[in-house]
């Protein structure tokens, strides 16, 4: 299965077009959190998620909007009610197995505490070789990454919504997963919003 990677969208709804654009060919969307920011919904992004069938997981911000202090943000006249009862709906994680692996997705640590940011080479991805997982696909940190940790594929797409950082310019960023080879693609776009 050719698995199309998304994170920390943040609102940035033509980023996230532009990201299911660049990947092309995929069987499914996979989202890894913060749809939203913590303090603004927008329906473009739900609803281009909830188009797209893609399977997503609960960021911080995403829980923090859902919180009563998104209370006002989710009361705003442009708000589709229907869209954040579809935001609401959504786990905190999404465990599967695709090709015989075990896929394992969540916004920032499977392991407590479940808000830590795992970098490269922080203590916090060393950890992750324990989990009861093949792959294990992560967001938070709007860094892409691929890290072997023992039998643990670690991956991150990166930001598609809020740039990051690049030799070229700020960059957005998404990736493609085959579950059936293990190979990890990351693919840097131009910012916009």
Do not use: K
């Not at 940035?12 to 603004?40: F, K």
């Not at 919180?67 to 009610?81: F, K, T």
């Not at 797409?157 to 310019?169: F, I, K, N």
Request: with cysteine; charged share 15%; proline share 7%.
């Amino acid at each position: 299965m050719r698995i199309g990677l998304v994170s920390d969208i943040h609102g940035n709804a033509a980023g996230l077009a532009a990201a299911i654009e660049a990947m092309g060919r995929i069987d499914e969307l996979w989202c890894a959190g913060d749809i939203v920011s913590q303090s603004w919904f927008c329906n473009d992004t739900v609803a281009l998620l909830r188009a797209h069938e893609a399977r997503c997981v609960l960021g911080n911000h995403d829980l923090m909007l859902l919180s009563a202090h998104g209370a006002a943000a989710r009361r705003a006249p442009h708000v589709d009610p229907e869209l954040v009862d579809y935001l609401a709906g959504l786990p905190h994680s999404v465990d599967t197995v695709a090709d015989g692996r075990r896929v394992l997705m969540t916004h920032a640590t499977p392991l407590p505490p479940h808000e830590e940011y795992v970098w490269p080479h922080s203590a916090e991805l060393q950890r992750l070789g324990t989990v009861d997982t093949d792959v294990l696909i992560l967001g938070h940190t709007h860094q892409a990454m691929a890290v072997q940790v023992g039998p643990v594929l670690v991956v991150n797409p990166g930001s598609t919504g809020q740039p990051v950082a690049h030799p070229d310019g700020p960059m957005l960023s998404c990736a493609t997963l085959d579950t059936a080879t293990g190979e990890f693609r990351v693919q840097a776009l131009p910012a916009v919003r």
